[in-house]
Every structure is written in structure tokens, then in C-alpha cells.
T-cell receptor
Framework: AQSVTQLGSHVSVSEGALVLLRCNYS??????LFWYVQYPNQGLQLLLK??????LVKGINGFEAEFKKSETSFHLTKPSAHMSDAAEYFCAVSDPSGGGADGLTFGKGTHLIIQP | GAGVSQSPRYKVAKRGQDVALRCDPI?????LFWYQQALGQGPEFLTY????????KSGLPSDRFFAERPEGSVSTLKIQRTQQEDSAVYLC??????????????FGPGTRLTVL
């Protein structure tokens, strides 16, 4: 069974500061990993994904994440926070051997607050 | 092109009523997923379709939940005899190919169900 742990239900940073959102996973096989963002009353939008290619993945809006197998982590970072980054962020995993039934397993989410 | 659409966006039901939630995936997408997102939680997988075939319904919480996709495009999630614990946002997602888990799932805005 897979699981995802996101440390910190709320993270607050100042505008212009580094954003770091933590994600650790548990999986019996090397998983595919995703970060999604959710703005109020909207669906989830993919920020970036890791699918066993480069371990450092660059996504939209200046976000990136690094897959570290030894630490079973996939932390999300952005060098300089912008007010528009305020949202809910979800880390998710899927099993590459799922054979088509590839439902994602999500963490509980981290609410990112940007202080002016 | 158009994204995933869901209707209604909001639904209020009295306990014991039946409800039907509709999902229109992106045209041509083979895979369709339903998730349930309780307040303050990450989405949880309910069921998965590949074309019209329901390949995984392991996440459906009870036999009151039923999903169908008869022509391989539009899908309906039906909840019979709704209970207060069914109150949540129901998310639909679609993706373009049928296997591997690596492809981006495109999410709709969700239907917020409130059971009184």
C-alpha cells in the first residue's frame, strides 16, 4: 500500500522568501510522484511530476521538486514566494505497476500562506 | 479546448435522498477517475474507468455509491440514501492514455455535496 505524508498543514512565508513544502512517501515500488495546487473553489492543477527520469523536476510558476529515493522524499520548493502562490498544495503518488487502475494517493495537503 | 466539467457545482440534499453527480471529461480521454475530498483533507480515490469499463471500484465507501460510464465518455456518480458523512467535494479527473500512472490527471472543479 502507498501513503503520503505532508509535514505541516499550514506553512507561512514572507513574500520573496523561499518556499519549502515537504512530502514523504511510502511505497513498495519506486512510485510516480506529483504535486498539485488547488485554489479556492477550483479543481486541482498539476504543478509538476516525477516519472523516473531526471530526479530534479521543474514545474510551472517557478516551482521545482527533487526526488530523493534514499530519503523517500519529494519536497517542493520555489526560490521566491509571490502573493499569488497562496493556495493548498497536495503531494500524490501512483504505482507504476498499477496496470491502468492508476488512482492517485494524496497527502492531506499543506496550506501555503504568503505574508506581505 | 474545454477542460473537465462537473455538474452541479453545489448540491444540497436531505438525508435519505438520492443524488446524481455528472462528469464530462476532456474529449477523447480514455481514463476517468472519481475522488472524494472531505473538508480539510486530500482527495481519496473512489473508482476508475477505462473507456466504459469500471476497472477499479475499491474506493467506493459503501454499496450506496454507484458509478457508471455507459458510452465511455460522460460519467455519473450516484449516491443512494445519502448520509451526513457523505458531505464532501466530489472530484472527477480524466487522463489521455490508459496505463502506467505517469500521465497527468486533469481535474474538474468538483461538486460540493452537503447532506442535511
Amino acid at each position: 500500500a502507498q501513503s503520503v505524508t505532508q509535514l505541516g498543514s499550514h506553512v507561512s512565508v514572507s513574500e520573496g522568501a523561499l518556499v519549502l513544502l515537504r512530502c514523504n512517501y511510502s511505497s513498495s515500488v519506486p512510485p510516480y510522484l506529483f504535486w498539485y495546487v488547488q485554489y479556492p473553489n477550483q479543481g486541482l492543477q498539476l504543478l509538476l511530476k516525477y516519472t523516473s527520469a531526471a530526479t530534479l523536476v521543474k514545474g510551472i510558476n517557478g516551482f521545482e521538486a527533487e526526488f530523493k529515493k534514499s530519503e523517500t522524499s519529494f519536497h517542493l520548493t520555489k526560490p521566491s514566494a509571490h502573493m499569488s502562490d497562496a493556495a493548498e498544495y497536495f503531494c500524490a503518488v501512483s504505482d507504476p505497476s498499477g496496470g491502468g487502475a492508476d488512482g492517485l494517493t494524496f497527502g492531506k495537503g499543506t496550506h501555503l500562506i504568503i505574508q506581505p | 479546448g474545454a477542460g473537465v466539467s462537473q455538474s452541479p457545482r453545489y448540491k444540497v440534499a436531505k438525508r435519505g435522498q438520492d443524488v446524481a453527480l455528472r462528469c464530462d471529461p476532456i474529449s477523447g480521454h480514455v481514463s476517468l477517475f472519481w475522488y472524494q475530498q472531505a473538508l480539510g483533507q486530500g482527495p481519496e480515490f473512489l473508482t476508475y474507468f477505462q473507456n466504459e469499463a469500471q476497472l477499479d471500484k475499491s474506493g467506493l465507501p459503501s454499496d450506496r455509491f454507484f458509478a457508471e460510464r455507459p458510452e465511455g465518455s460522460v460519467s455519473t456518480l450516484k449516491i443512494q440514501r445519502t448520509q451526513q458523512e457523505d458531505s464532501a467535494v466530489y472530484l472527477c479527473a480524466s487522463s489521455s492514455i490508459s496505463s502506467g500512472g505517469r500521465n497527468e490527471q486533469f481535474f474538474g472543479p468538483g461538486t460540493r455535496l452537503t447532506v442535511l
